[in-house]
């Protein structure tokens, strides 16, 4: 729970001694910080690109056959778990039906999705990336600590003013499952999906418990990897999106104004 924001009140920002009583105190001009590092920023970008490729291209394969199953086969007559729509061609790579060129639009970014979360993670633990602003606390997850954080969501209060380039606990927790959960489950049920890998190694289709599971987990791994990059975008229009933008191709951020 962010303490600045549990009570208001004008520390630093104190009237003359000899003004008048009510004077209105004068507010600081905003200060810019650093916020984000360059292999931050860089990975952000690819991450980004590749995202947005891999979700409309993996739509377009999807069109092929838009039925998910449970276990090691499916074809048209097995039953299916889950009926898929028909997506618009507006949602898909390349725009139009046509899966082999939506196939490798898939392997290619997969290819820069597994590589940069790799790159990204190996110099995130050498810089201390990580432990310096994903590490969460005990007392981060006390009930009381999270409901704090979920009402200063609610009323548009994103950062804490006594630390405001730090990391809130939900934050930390959504790119935290974002990072070690739903990438690389992606990209190893990716990885179950290809018949070279399954020749190579049979054991990666066995941990899902057959292809077509595997084939489901990574459509609900997409999916879950969609609602956060709507929350997330939603999130950053409402804290401002200039701001937010740029700090993410400088690295400097411009800390909101407080109200009184």
Known sequence: ?????????????AAPMDGPADATPTLPS????RRH?????LWHWINAVAVFVLIGSGLGISNAHPRLYWGEYGANFDHAWLNLPHWPGWLTIPGHYNLALS???????????GGGLLIFVMV???????HHHLRVRRDEMAPRHLWGDAKAHLALRFHDPARPAA????????????????LPLLVVSGLALSPGMDAAWPWL?????????ARSIHFIAMAAMSGFVIVHLALVILAGPVNAVRSMITGSWRVPEEPL
């Open 124 to 130: 995130s633990l050498i810089n201390r990336h990580f």
């Open 30 to 33: 905003p200060r810019a910080i």
């Open 167 to 182: 990391y809130n606990t939900l934050q930390k927790l959504s790119y935290i499952g974002a990072i070690f959960i739903l």
């Open 205 to 213: 289709t066995q941990i899902f418990g057959g292809r077509q599971s």
């Open 1 to 13: 729970m962010y303490p600045g924001l549990a009570c208001r009140t004008l520390r630093g920002y």
């Open 37 to 41: 590092a360059i292999p931050t920023r």
């Open 103 to 113: 196939r490798r639009w898939h392997l290619f970014f997969a290819l820069v999705l």
